[in-house]
């Protein structure tokens, strides 16, 4: 008997040394334990393979597909079980899943699907090719094929999409007690876990919501209704960076969501919530960069059409720009000191226009920016554009007269940065705002455009000026 | 008695439409109801400004100081009755709650944050003026007091930090049974809203974690042993972004906080962690653009402030970079169209760089990028870099050759287009890579260096081909 409990506590021990070094102290793979298993792989041993991804949780499995090379992840496949499967399915970055599910026959997938929730369900057949797709659903049962099949029928990123339609009602007139009693008997019939039960009206209409952790401080005979809180109910055609905003600020956990009759078909937890929030906020850094996200997993030729579009527009704008130094060329003959000094102007303008540009986008994301104070904001970005630009022009001046001893020289550059870094703060907040009020997403293209306006205005002004008080 | 019901009615129909005038459809505040609530300050019509403030959620109305001018906000916080403000003290922006603090007296502040949970408590404490804080301090009862110091004892931006020390444990040989009894006893003195509920050793080690929602499936009599599931504990002393990451990793909704020696001290709710997520992205965003966040309400020195020295660096660097173009004034002056051409290679290198910058600095906060593939990632962007460049150098080389007809001018600017986006490429991911290898922000200063390599190599490509190829 003991010494049946030593094995088992050396095993333990070996299973709890393996955990300490799949991940880092901060959580993330450890680069040593992925090379492990890409060992583990090419040598075949599916032993030790299978030891490896037992220390794993099935996140942790996820992440690993998105560190291994594409011929060691598709070794990796056929040694994952159907449940390991479901749970990280709905982990794994876009493309590689679609490269996973490539690999995993129809019938284990259909498995796998069934045990998942309705949103991860829906992402995974949206997934797959149309063949496949087709196999998959005709291998599940009638009741999850209609499930799926209405998931996909809302539009990309709304509420309709995002939500499960696995949740916890309960009518107006129930106790706590009746309540806790139904919960015991159907607890197979239950989503895994819930945070809220929302209170329906005879048509299924949301009147209110209990929080789970409110049905277990108050005694079994109180009314639901009594202790019931209002909520934020969420329409099915809501865009997820809005259902974000919402979550966000009222600090809800879960909210129901309702068709446009008003009828309670789902809900929305937090835990989806938390990845919509990286996404967006991913999404306005890569296109204020003006890049798009072809992932971890892209291919060089993916990741070329994410960039080369924006890199020609690019292209197109300073062309343009340049037009303006080439209608002082003459200028530029008489004194070369004018070609070398310009592009401090221009560039030094683009780096204010940014900031202002990185301001007002994030305050606009969190709606900290709108119609209410507009015009305070801007003629707040119009102050501080003079005054940086004040201080960065006569810190240029300056140094222009310690090089070249020449006043009218340093007044010219001195002026350009003040008029280019003015307009660059405006530019940098009166685009988003423009964009915004047009319905547009304002992290979009609005770099393009500041650094057109900061490259054309820096070149015409300081040359401008150089022609009016220099030559 | 009817007559009573329909006043009732009446009321509540007239306060549905405030609320329905108070938030747009997405729930951001409605500019008009603002204006209404200024006018109301304005006026001073205390009646029609308690109508207003009754129909907002307190998120919202800490939403509204955000949007009035400063002395209004003034004129609004008496007319806070005590339970609004410290509900909304936790939602103010930094900077309006710095302002809101000033102008309540410190009785009434010290019943406020008693009402607080004691993270957010913590938080309004550490804001107070010196004076004040002893004056509040003061006024709080030694536990509360003891509560605060402590949470303040631990460094900003960690999850001691960030953690609420009002949690709900349970010994391991309790019984579902004998858990709800305790909670429906002791309902006063827990916290408004748990989600988990922690299984703790004799130590005090948490040992497990039992979902609220699980409690209700189960029978009475199961031992909460049998159904709690393994926990991620987080220690006291990690990093708020990495708490982050756990939450999203493992879709988490509470987690336990454990000191040094592994005691249970406090819990992280996932409500705090979008709030830390939001705040993680608009980080990189800001900090990409070089300007750190002064806030809606900042003042035009702060913001100033904010700004001057990225800008002040940039010049620097900008000043270097144009040494470059100084070192050919002969070959300008001989030919003045390189002059002209010049700033296009050092742009679109400079909007190369930001693509590579942003998507390796998202890459290194979602952990997708790290020891384990950086080789495979930066191969990937040289060769990426290869193809836009190539493709880029093509185009303006055939655009060259339409506008100017020399041959060798088109050779010289596609080369030099080539070799810029590739250097861009490279150090848009290099640099952040290196940052964060030394423990750095990624985010911060990346982009002053990867502009002064693009600017820097742009002009040095294209004038020495120049001097090579044309000259």
């Not at 209405?150 to 309960?170: I, K, N, P």
């Not at 329906?200 to 952790?213: I, L, Q």
């Not at 909520?231 to 809501?238: A, K």
């Not at 997993?297 to 690019?314: F, K, Y």
């Amino acid at each position: 008997m003991s010494r049946v409990t030593d094995d088992l506590n050396d095993v333990a021990e070996a299973d709890e040394d393996l955990e300490d070094l799949a991940l880092e102290d901060d959580y993330a793979l450890n680069p040593e334990f992925v090379s492990d298993v890409a060992d583990a792989l090419d040598s075949g041993n599916a032993e030790r393979l299978r030891e490896l991804l037992s220390a794993l949780h099935p996140a942790d499995v996820a992440d690993l597909m998105g560190f291994l090379s594409a011929s060691d992840r598709e070794e990796l496949i056929p040694h994952l079980d159907p449940e390991t499967l479901a749970e990280i399915l709905s982990e794994l970055d876009s493309e590689i899943r679609e490269d996973v599910l490539e690999h995993v026959p129809s019938a284990t997938l259909a498995k796998a699907i069934g045990e998942m929730e309705s949103d991860d369900a829906a992402d995974v057949v949206d997934d797959l090719e149309d063949d496949k797709r087709a196999e998959v659903m005709a291998a599940m049962p009638e009741q999850e094929r209609a499930a799926i099949e209405s998931t996909l029928s809302y539009e990309d990123e709304t509420a309709g999409r995002l939500m499960q339609r696995e949740f916890v009602a309960a009518p107006q007139f129930w106790t706590v007690g009746q309540a806790i009693d139904h919960f015991r008997r159907e607890a197979d019939n239950l989503p895994e876990l819930f945070f809220d039960i929302y209170v329906v009206d005879p048509a299924y209409k949301p009147v209110g919501a209990v929080p789970v952790s409110q049905l277990l401080k108050v005694g079994r005979r109180t009314p639901l209704a009594q202790i019931m809180e209002p909520v934020n109910e969420i329409t099915t055609d809501l865009d997820q960076e809005e259902v974000a905003y919402i979550f966000d600020k009222y600090h809800l956990i879960s909210a129901p969501v309702v068709d446009p009759g008003g009828r309670l078909v789902g809900q929305i937890t937090v835990d989806d919530i938390v990845g919509v929030i990286q996404e967006e906020g991913e999404e306005d850094i890569l296109a204020l960069a003006g890049v798009s996200d072809a992932g971890r997993d892209a291919g060089v030729w993916d990741i070329v059409r994410s960039r080369l579009p924006w890199l020609v527009l690019a292209l197109a704008t300073e062309a343009v720009a340049v037009q303006a130094i080439g209608a002082f060329q003459d200028e530029i003959a008489k004194l070369v000191t004018l070609a070398v000094l310009m592009p401090i102007v221009a560039s030094v303008g683009g780096n204010a226009g940014t900031q202002a540009l990185a301001v007002a986008v994030r305050a606009l994301a969190n709606r900290e920016l709108s119609a209410a104070n507009s015009m305070r904001i801007v003629a707040r970005e119009m102050t501080v554009g003079l005054m940086n630009g004040s201080v960065v022009g006569l810190i240029m001046a300056g140094a222009t007269w310690m090089f070249f001893q020449d006043v009218r020289l340093s007044i010219t550059i001195g002026l350009a940065l003040i008029i280019n870094i003015f307009l660059a703060a405006v530019a940098g907040v009166l685009a988003p705002l423009t964009l915004e009020r047009f319905g547009r997403d304002p992290a979009v293209s609005s770099s393009v455009f500041v650094t057109f306006v900061t490259d054309l205005m820096g070149f015409l002004s300081f040359l401008g000026l150089a022609s009016l008080i220099l030559l």
